[in-house]
């Protein structure tokens, strides 16, 4: 069974914080996938990994980065938390190859900055 | 534009067929996906199609797909309130193969 986890379900940090929200999945797949959710806008993608070491940017990467050290995991950070980045975080991984490879999304990570 | 559009809100009674519709912009895109969403859960893809596709059954669901108007349809027959859940479609998009996502349509059934 397919499987993508998240580190944390509900977060809640401060203002100017470091904050790592971590992904692994199970499933040998060379692309990881962080996105955020916000009511009303759907999902937005901040950053993409499809090896290890590799990283793009995605439409909102302005106050994220993001590491993969290893295939299976894949984290965001937030250097430096601000209070607009209180948000719905989904990591999602797929195999190589375009078209029907689906999306494996995890659970999700609620962020609360205060 | 760059968006994909839908609806936020559609309401129905148990037993009744749901549409929800989706306009995306990317002539090029190659597949178009739904994905659904439960309280509290990550996204579960529904199903697909392809761009050279008009239409796509699989059990109570049926996919059409409009390219000339750049228009997705889902449509859920016998809607049970197991199906109440955001639904999001999302069309790939470049060589990258990135999913471009709508913001998601609330479908609440009501018994």
């Known amino acids: 069974d397919v499987k993508v986890t998240q580190s944390s379900r509900y977060l809640v940090k401060r203002t100017g914080e470091k904050v790592f929200l971590e992904c692994v999945q199970d499933m040998d797949h060379e692309n990881m996938f962080w996105y955020r959710q916000d009511p009303g806008l759907g999902l937005r993608l901040i950053y993409f990994?499809?090896?290890?070491?590799?990283?793009e940017k995605g439409d909102i990467p302005e106050g994220y980065s993001v590491s993969r050290e290893k295939k299976e995991r894949f984290s965001l950070i937030l250097e430096s938390a601000s209070t607009n980045q209180t948000s719905m975080y989904l990591c999602?991984?797929?195999?190589?190859?375009?078209?029907?490879?689906?999306?494996?999304f995890g659970p999700g990570t609620r962020l609360t900055v205060l | 534009g760059e968006d994909v559009e839908q609806s936020l809100f559609l309401s129905v009674r148990e037993g009744d067929s749901s549409v929800i519709n989706c306009t995306y912009t990317d002539s090029s895109s190659t597949y178009l996906y739904w994905y659904k969403q439960e309280p509290g859960a990550g996204l579960q893809l529904l199903t697909y199609i392809f761009s050279n596709m008009d239409m796509k059954q699989d059990q109570r669901l049926t996919v059409l797909l409009n390219k000339k108007d750049k228009h997705l349809s889902l449509r859920i027959a016998d809607t049970q309130t197991g199906d109440s859940a955001i639904y999001f479609c999302a069309e790939m998009r470049g060589a990258t193969n990135k999913l471009i996502f709508g913001t998601g349509t609330l479908l609440a059934v009501q018994p």
């Open positions: 999602a991984s797929r195999g190589g190859g375009p078209g029907t490879d689906t999306q494996y």
């Open positions: 990994s499809y090896d290890v070491k590799m990283k």
